[in-house]
């Protein structure tokens, strides 16, 4: 029985762990071939071995710069004859972006360089390969953030995520009539390193959000990676310019059961 990606090929960034690791296993496991792309060339290559043999192949790449995203592209294209989808998953939420009062202008530079500036260098580079194979999906990852406000704030994080959310409504238009779907995957919180990372074992701040989550729990990665499974599959054929929640009902809450 075929996979449902079998016959295309994935182009997964910060594959090195979390949720993009979790997606290159999915895909690959779907029947897709997969990059498995990160600024980190050991953890990506920790992912190929996750996955079947001749799946996935690693390359490092720091999608903050245009030369590595160009180059990434041309290796996965040259390794599988071409590109079906662009799945941006890198991203990153350091310590030091924090409230506007306190976050300082290299933490909110180095942040947008990553989050906002990184979608826009692998649609820039990525779309022109789809377009080629006469059309496919790109699946920019956002968050709730970019739908919510918190008082909790990490500025330049959520600002970056509201830029995903714009770029990619903008692109899902543009290109529509060329076969090209983009839509944004906004996952709630996760089990991620990213996450965990955050709270930092502080079991207070991890009970100021769980408190407001209806589900009362983190998502798992897989959960959300079926959804960005499904945006990559012709399942969602005419799903396109979408802001895909996959949140536990987080952005439909008000109060939340006790």
């Not at 496991?29 to 071995?49: H, I, P, Q, S």
């Not at 972006?97 to 989050?115: C, G, M, P």
Request: hydrophobic content about 45%; charged content about 20%.
């Amino acid at each position: 029985m075929a996979g449902r990606l079998e016959g295309k090929v994935c182009v997964i960034t910060g594959a090195g762990g979390g949720m993009g690791r979790e997606g290159a296993i999915v895909f690959t496991g779907e029947g897709a071939k997969v990059c498995v792309a990160d600024v980190d060339l050991a953890l990506a290559e920790e992912t190929v071995a996750l996955c079947p043999e001749g799946a996935a192949f690693a390359v490092r790449a720091n999608v903050a710069s245009e030369d590595d995203v160009k180059a990434m592209y041309v290796a996965a294209a040259e390794r599988f004859g071409g590109i079906d989808v662009l799945y941006n998953n890198a991203g990153i939420s350091p310590s030091d972006d924090d409230s506007i009062l306190a976050t300082e202008e290299d933490a909110w530079d180095r942040v947008q360089d990553v989050n906002t500036k990184g979608v826009y260098f692998c649609c820039k580079h990525g779309i022109p390969y789809l377009l080629e194979r006469g059309g496919g999906s790109v699946i920019n990852v956002a968050s709730f953030v970019a739908i919510l406000g918190a008082a909790t704030s990490k500025i330049s994080y959520s600002a970056s995520k509201g830029a995903v959310l714009s770029m990619s409504r903008e692109l899902a238009v543009q290109f529509a009539r060329q076969g090209i779907r983009v839509n944004s995957l906004c996952p709630g919180p996760v089990e991620t390193p990213l996450l965990l990372r955050i709270f930092g074992g502080d079991a207070a701040a991890l009970e100021r959000r769980r408190i407001h989550w209806p589900m009362g729990r983190l998502a798992k990665p897989r959960e959300v990676v079926n959804g960005a499974l499904f945006l990559a599959s012709d399942e969602s054929s005419y799903v396109n310019g979408t802001s895909f929640l996959v949140d536990g009902g987080l952005t439909a809450a008000y109060v939340t059961p006790e």
